[in-house]
């Protein structure tokens, strides 16, 4: 992996009518979407498989560039983004739509295989969406290199060249996706568009269960759109208070933590050679990547499998405690000199382009702040040295990444919520040990939004509807069901 990669990694169907008019309407709105089953040819690339039958696809149209008009926002008129959208019906009489908001930022969220309760079911239709610039909705964020086949120098500390393959970068996010494009991809717009989903969706007040990064958009809405919300649920959830800087710090200190429970577990089971000692856990884990470093893994096909390949699986295999497993055996492969076929595997798994992208894209659009260079740097050395475990060279100095020399202001600005009192309670749910989004986050927003806080005493990011815990599972649906009932907060060992 190329140290831009490491610089990227850390940066954090029908057509349906253009809406005309203004969406000012008292009465309760009529649903203006028309599906189409999703296993017509004209869906077919929206899927890797055979969708499941009875999905249907469809469009939702929206404004590039929201027009805000005191409280309420009205279409604009410079040009349009189509979202691309599914529906699982409802089993029996229906009675709502239930969004679910997909993470990232990036991820597609079509086709949300993740609610399997029969009462939710039964009673709501289950809305997927890929969100503006991401999957199936256009124009889509790219931002391809041309010399796809570029490498640089194996030299970590060479500074120069990283900040222009990132100025690279970024002139190809230009190019390929639009300047006008790219100053309008951030959660600000995808706010709004939510918003607008709900109402193609027949919706007087919206039912979503938002997670990881999606509650950043969901309780952005909740600010916004206090009498448009019925019922949301924010799993795994980020701290609207928090720059962008004391976000990755805690994230970086959430990740090393989680290294050092799994270093425990690896103690524990002796599935992989990294000792329970946190000290010595690390120094082990350091020397198994330097000498990848010095001569990574190639495989039989001539994949090269490197350092830094290694370190990127980790951190994604580490957010999932049901994957440590797969994390032992790949650090036992290093150690005892193996390139499996199930290591290359596990490392393509771990890079998709398309959501770097829209990741980078996302996250710049919301954060950038051209200019200040100097506190920058001071700021990445911080946050690149927080999680230990990962620093396994020495560097005199820190690259600026791609938010960091992004030519466009960000659009968002971390701030204690605006909680209306019109508001509904909402639910939050917070895993004790979750390295992505520390659970001091959903703490702090649930006393904030002055609502119940579902705590799961457990490892991992995310698992809402996702059968992972009945515990957790019963009073979401119990929620979702009934939001107005009173109700405390909850712990789930």
């Known amino acids: 992996m190329s140290v831009l990669r490491i610089l990227v990694l850390l940066a954090a169907a029908v057509h349906l009518p253009t809406y005309a008019k203004p969406l000012l309407h008292a009465a309760v709105p009529q649903s203006s979407m028309r599906w189409q089953y999703c296993q017509n040819s004209e869906f077919q690339h929206w899927f890797m498989g055979p969708p499941p039958l009875g999905l249907r696809c469809g469009y939702v149209e929206v404004p590039l560039i929201h027009q805000v008009n005191a409280s309420h926002m009205l279409p604009g008129n410079n040009g349009t983004v189509r979202l691309a959208l599914t529906l699982l019906p409802a089993t029996g009489v229906k009675k709502g739509s239930l969004v679910v908001i997909s993470g990232g930022p990036g991820q597609p969220g079509i086709n949300p295989q993740l609610v399997g309760d029969a009462r939710l079911r039964k009673s709501y239709d289950i809305i997927g969406y890929d969100p503006r610039g991401v999957g199936q909705s256009t124009p889509k964020i790219t931002c391809q290199l041309a ?25 190809a996010c230009i190019k390929g996706t639009g300047a006008e494009i790219l100053q309008h991809m951030g959660t600000d717009e995808a706010v709004n568009d939510l918003n607008l989903i709900r109402h193609a969706l027949g919706e007087p007040a919206l039912t979503a269960v938002a997670y990881s990064y999606g509650t950043k958009v969901a309780v952005l809405y909740a600010e916004r759109y206090p009498k448009k919300t019925r019922a949301l649920v924010l799993d795994g959830v980020m701290d609207l208070a928090a720059d962008n800087f004391t976000q990755r710090i805690n994230q970086e200190r959430g990740y090393q933590q989680s290294f050092l429970r799994f270093a425990a577990y690896c ?50 295999l580490l957010t999932w405690p049901d994957r440590w497993h797969e994390l032992a055996v790949v650090l036992q492969q290093i150690n005892t000199g193996i ?6 595997d596990l490392v393509d798994e771990s ?20 200019g200040s260079e100097p506190q920058l740097r001071r ?42 009192p019109t508001l509904p309670p909402l639910l939050f749910v917070g895993q004790r ?61």
């Open 379 to 420: 700021q990445r050395q911080e946050i690149n040295t927080t999680a230990m475990y990962a620093h396994y060279l020495p560097l005199h100095e820190y690259p600026l990444e791609i938010c960091d020399l992004w030519p466009y202001p960000g659009k968002l600005r971390p701030h204690v919520p605006v909680v209306s």
């Open 147 to 171: 010399e796809n086949n570029e490498t640089l120098s194996n030299n970590s500390n060479d500074i120069p060249a990283a900040e222009l393959q990132v100025r690279k970068m970024i002139n």
């Open 433 to 493: 040990y979750d390295p992505a989004t520390p659970y001091r986050n959903a703490q702090m927003m649930a006393n904030w939004f002055k609502s119940p806080l579902i705590t799961r005493e457990r490892d991992g990011h995310t698992l809402v509807l996702k059968g992972a815990d009945h515990c957790v599972d019963e009073s979401v649906v119990d929620y979702l069901l009934a939001p107005k009932k009173p109700r405390h907060d909850k712990v789930c060992r």
């Open 267 to 316: 103690g524990k089971t002796g599935s992989c050679p990294l000792p329970a000692d946190a000290n010595q856990a690390i120094q082990v884990y350091h020397a198994l990547l330097r000498k990848l470093h010095d001569h990574p893994f190639i495989t039989q096909a001539g994949y090269e499998i490197s350092a830094d390949d290694v370190v990127t699986l980790t951190r994604t």
């Open 351 to 370: 890079y998709s382009p398309d959501a770097e992208d829209a990741l980078n894209v996302i996250t710049c659009a919301d954060v950038a702040n051209p």
């Open 339 to 344: 390139a499996s076929q199930q290591l290359s």
